[in-house]
Nanobody, 125 residues
């Protein structure tokens, strides 16, 4: 079992920045690829960014490329999402997820084994 706890969400003006953190516990963190998903009201959940087990590979949604950066610190069992140049359309609940699969398929949300409780990000115009 893996427990994931997100933090760092909040209210920010357009153009501002936030840094989300997701602390993992329970199993060997480096055994899991990690991702951030988000879900806005009335919309489907979508992958925002993902990172492989060792951190050598990353994936980003087109809508956040150049603005968001995912990173991980396996020594601290934590994955981060640095969000810059935030836009009102980035408003959503952001979820951290962990995937134990041997094949990295970052966009397949059904493959993720564990999910955090979510943290709200609100960007005002």
């Amino acid at each position: 079992q893996v427990q994931l706890v997100e933090s760092g969400g909040g209210l920010v003006q357009a153009g501002g920045s936030l840094r989300l953190s997701c602390a993992a516990s329970g199993r060997t963190f480096s055994d899991y690829s990690m991702a951030w998903f988000r879900q806005a009201p009335g919309k489907e959940r979508e992958v925002v960014a993902a990172i492989s087990r060792g951190g050598g590979s990353t994936h980003y949604a087109d809508s956040v490329k150049g603005r968001f950066t995912i990173s991980r610190d396996n020594a601290k069992n934590t994955v981060y999402l640095q969000m810059n140049s935030l836009k009102p359309e980035d408003t959503a609940v952001y979820y951290c997820a962990a995937d134990s699969g041997a094949i990295w398929r970052p966009t397949q949300d059904r493959l993720y084994d564990y999910w955090g409780q979510g943290t709200q990000v609100t960007v005002s115009s």
